[in-house]
């Protein structure tokens, strides 16, 4: 849930296709990748069409994945810059340990922000549980914010509200007048819609943020899109609603946010601006001077793919 091991490379900001003035909405099909060499995932963001919705600047789906007889989810101590990692479990156990000496188990519905600023390091693992189901997002910090001291919060409890027949319980951001306690800092939403019964509605966006529409479970109606879960539906900012039909138990994450301006560099499990600090950062992860020490995870920390020429 974490690293780029598929394609190691920095991604730049100009290498993302922009929407011509008059498309409405794009379909962006999810990539499979591994994390912890074992757990196959599917990887929303970054994109090659897109690098980020918002702050938002990665979005992993795993599961739901039956891991009884298994390793389970292990990624070692590894570190962070520039971003914060958001972790919402949907089914199953994820213990976090970091180096500001957090170990915070997390269950099904909480979210785990960890917000890394100048650097952090931490360990991922799956609690004996036999199904895995969630999604870990990034948010990349503005400027102004990515030099800041590193820090850990567990929200054990989120709004839930009722639009229709859709229960929609506010990740992040701000929702109908209900509020997440999630701190980030740049204007952005994150959401969870839960379908209690078949559902056709118009669903409020605001018109200064796109979006990111996932399914989680079943397939959905959104924007005269059908959209699986294999598939990112991307909506360009300037809409006040859209219409949407959900079936019967389905789950689907909406992220969005103003267009981040600032032209970020990702690679590996860093946020940065430039070559330079990349390089900086994977010295002081290798030299230990930077990221503190994650205790008690069995295992080795991760170590980082060459850089790219
Ligand atoms: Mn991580």
Known sequence: MSDLIETPKILNSNECLTLPPTCNSQKMKTRKALVGDNIPIRRALPHADRKTIGAWCFLDHFGPLDLANTEGLRIGPHPHIGLQTFTYPLVGEILHRDSLGSKQKIQAGQVNLMTAGKGISHSEESLPDTVLHGVQLWIALPDSARH??????????????????????????????????????????????????????????????????????????????????????????????????????????????????????????FVARTKEEMIQAAKAWDNHTQFGEVIGFKGDRLIPPPLPS
């Open 148 to 269: 800041m001291e590193p820090n850990f919060i567990h929200h054990e409890k989120l709004p839930v509200i009722k639009l229709d027949t859709l229960q929609i319980k506010v990740l992040a951001g701000e929702f109908l007048n209900s509020t997440s306690p999630v701190k980030v800092y740049s204007p952005l939403v994150g959401l969870e819609l839960i379908a209690l019964e078949d559902t056709t509605t118009h669903l409020p966006l605001n018109p200064k943020f796109e979006y990111g529409i996932l399914p989680l479970i079943g397939t959905i109606e959104i924007a005269n899109e059908i959209v699986d879960i294999d598939t990112l539906l991307y909506l360009p900012s300037g809409r006040p609603n859209t219409q949407v039909h959900i079936p019967k138990g389905s789950r689907i994450l909406i992220i969005g946010g103003e267009p981040f301006h600032e032209d970020i560099l990702i690679w590996w499990n």
